[in-house]
């Protein structure tokens, strides 16, 4: 099949390069040329500008958005419609905010163009083991993508079948799935990031007690000589919490167990704080979810308002001194 694709970063790059190996023809434009001409030396159809892209597809078109989420996706989206033809189909495989999809699914219904949202997670190993793919959008034009769809995602795989599940249902342990209407794909994935969120949290804290059981700072009866990278590497093996990402944190720790090339100020997507909004908007409780997303504001903070209102609490009730700059002594 066909598909052109605006915005050749890690991914982007990535999503081109699998449909090349599954023998699709692909299209690509970045505003870098350097990254078309990498392609274009890989097998892609390097062009100029987005007008070639278009330019060079058949109708009924499909163009996939890899872009930031916000202004250049919007950009990008209002200069493809006017460009594309009714029938046409636009995909962003970025990280947007469902209720924008739902809006610009309706603009573009306007226009009779179609509009896809494809959350898209599988990050900079998506070119080896494929890309999980959560896909909003109408039904007969995921159907009629499906080969492009099947060819991204990681296939079935060495992973053990679910036991109960409908053999008939195969996208899903495939890889991939069709969530529901324009919205839903990246409403799944904005889930999913904010799981993401609770499980590295219970990750690092869970190291976090490890380490400070084998600090220096213990008085040697109270001190475990622990090995973080063979308590990752063992968990990793047999354990109910082995997954994906205590694999990377083995690896990680494996290479340098003092982590000394991490600052330890950790960024946070948009897409965590989506889920939490959305989650109040629904009344569903998510302490977990929230307090890893605050976990990671406080990371960026030498000691926040609220922890010096804590120690002038303490102070005032118990005389805790916790000046470690004034000379006091630490309780």
Same mark, same amino acid.
């Given at each position: 099949m066909q598909l052109g694709i605006v915005g050749l970063g890690r991914m982007g790059a990535n999503i081109?390069?699998?449909?090349?190996r599954g023998q699709h023809e692909v299209v690509v434009y970045n505003r870098s040329p350097d990254k078309v001409r990498e392609l274009a030396g890989e097998g892609a159809q390097g062009v100029a500008s987005v007008e070639e892209v278009v330019g060079r597809l058949q109708a009924p078109r499909a163009v996939? &958005?890899?872009?930031?989420?916000?202004e250049a996706t919007e950009q990008m989206i209002a200069t493809l419609a006017g460009l594309l033809s009714p029938g046409d189909v636009i995909i962003d495989g970025g990280n947007t905010f469902y209720k924008d999809? &739902?809006?610009r699914a309706g603009e573009l219904a306007a226009r009779q163009l179609h509009y896809m949202d494809v959350g898209t997670s599988g990050g900079v190993w998506g070119l080896e083991r494929g890309y999980c793919l959560m896909i909003g959008g109408p039904a007969a034009v995921v159907d009629r993508l499906d080969p492009l769809f099947d060819t991204l995602a990681p296939g079935y795989g060495t992973i053990p079948r679910t036991p109960g599940r409908d053999p008939a249902r195969s996208r899903a342990e495939r890889g991939y799935i069709h969530a529901g209407p324009a919205g839903a794909g990246h409403f799944v994935k904005m889930v999913h990031n904010g799981i993401e969120y609770g499980l590295m949290q219970a990750y690092a804290e869970g190291f976090d007690i490890l380490k400070t059981k084998s600090s220096d700072s213990l008085p040697a009866a109270e001190r475990f000589d622990i090995d973080l990278a063979d308590v990752?590497?063992?968990w990793r093996r047999g354990s109910v919490v082995s997954s994906w990402l205590l694999d990377l944190t083995a690896q990680a720790l494996a290479g340098d167990v003092a982590l000394s090339r991490f600052p330890g100020e950790v960024a946070d997507s948009g897409e965590g704080r989506w889920t939490i909004d959305a989650a109040v908007e629904q009344a569903v409780p998510v302490p977990v979810l929230s307090s890893a997303l605050f976990a990671r504001f406080r990371s960026r903070q030498d000691h926040t308002y609220g922890e010096k209102l804590l120690s002038a609490m303490?102070?005032?009730f118990g005389g805790h001194v916790e000046y470690v700059t004034g000379g006091g002594e630490k309780p």
């Amino acid at each position: 099949m066909q598909l052109g694709i605006v915005g050749l970063g890690r991914m982007g790059a990535n999503i081109a390069r699998r449909l090349l190996r599954g023998q699709h023809e692909v299209v690509v434009y970045n505003r870098s040329p350097d990254k078309v001409r990498e392609l274009a030396g890989e097998g892609a159809q390097g062009v100029a500008s987005v007008e070639e892209v278009v330019g060079r597809l058949q109708a009924p078109r499909a163009v996939w &958005i890899m872009l930031p989420a916000g202004e250049a996706t919007e950009q990008m989206i209002a200069t493809l419609a006017g460009l594309l033809s009714p029938g046409d189909v636009i995909i962003d495989g970025g990280n947007t905010f469902y209720k924008d999809d &739902i809006r610009r699914a309706g603009e573009l219904a306007a226009r009779q163009l179609h509009y896809m949202d494809v959350g898209t997670s599988g990050g900079v190993w998506g070119l080896e083991r494929g890309y999980c793919l959560m896909i909003g959008g109408p039904a007969a034009v995921v159907d009629r993508l499906d080969p492009l769809f099947d060819t991204l995602a990681p296939g079935y795989g060495t992973i053990p079948r679910t036991p109960g599940r409908d053999p008939a249902r195969s996208r899903a342990e495939r890889g991939y799935i069709h969530a529901g209407p324009a919205g839903a794909g990246h409403f799944v994935k904005m889930v999913h990031n904010g799981i993401e969120y609770g499980l590295m949290q219970a990750y690092a804290e869970g190291f976090d007690i490890l380490k400070t059981k084998s600090s220096d700072s213990l008085p040697a009866a109270e001190r475990f000589d622990i090995d973080l990278a063979d308590v990752a590497e063992v968990w990793r093996r047999g354990s109910v919490v082995s997954s994906w990402l205590l694999d990377l944190t083995a690896q990680a720790l494996a290479g340098d167990v003092a982590l000394s090339r991490f600052p330890g100020e950790v960024a946070d997507s948009g897409e965590g704080r989506w889920t939490i909004d959305a989650a109040v908007e629904q009344a569903v409780p998510v302490p977990v979810l929230s307090s890893a997303l605050f976990a990671r504001f406080r990371s960026r903070q030498d000691h926040t308002y609220g922890e010096k209102l804590l120690s002038a609490m303490r102070f005032g009730f118990g005389g805790h001194v916790e000046y470690v700059t004034g000379g006091g002594e630490k309780p």
